[in-house]
Nanobody, 127 residues
């Protein structure tokens, strides 16, 4: 059974930092391309960042470039999203996504590029 689980969300003040984690079980973690998405109330799901199976390639959405860093530790079957200089507009439900299909990162900020999803975790940034 495939399980994708996010952790590390919460409430933080503007300018602060949070680190999200994502684990994926029931899959070979080293084979997975992975991504982070977010969705605020009344808005479409937005691609935040993605990372190749090795961690050597990454992409970021324009709204988070320079503030967020994606990484992974395949030995721990875990992916991370370090979020810094958080802004109230970063408030959203954050989702981890995983794909077993190896086709590069060109389309990986699109939700349709992933087969497996976590339940999401709330991040709230107060002003």
């Amino acid at each position: 059974q495939v399980q994708v689980v996010e952790s590390g969300g919460g409430l933080v003040q503007a300018g602060g930092s949070l680190r999200l984690s994502c684990t994926a079980s029931g899959l070979i973690f080293d084979d997975l391309t992975m991504g982070w998405f977010r969705q605020a109330p009344g808005k479409e799901r937005e691609g935040v960042s993605c990372i190749s199976w090795s961690g050597s390639s990454t992409r970021y959405g324009d709204s988070v470039k320079g503030r967020f860093t994606i990484s992974r530790d395949n030995a721990k079957n875990t992916m991370y999203l370090q979020m810094s200089d958080l802004k109230p507009e970063d408030t959203a439900m954050y989702y981890c996504a995983a794909s077993q299909i190896n086709r590069g990162l060109a389309t990986r900020l699109q939700a349709s590029a992933y087969e497996y999803w976590g339940q999401g975790i709330q991040v709230t940034v107060s002003s």
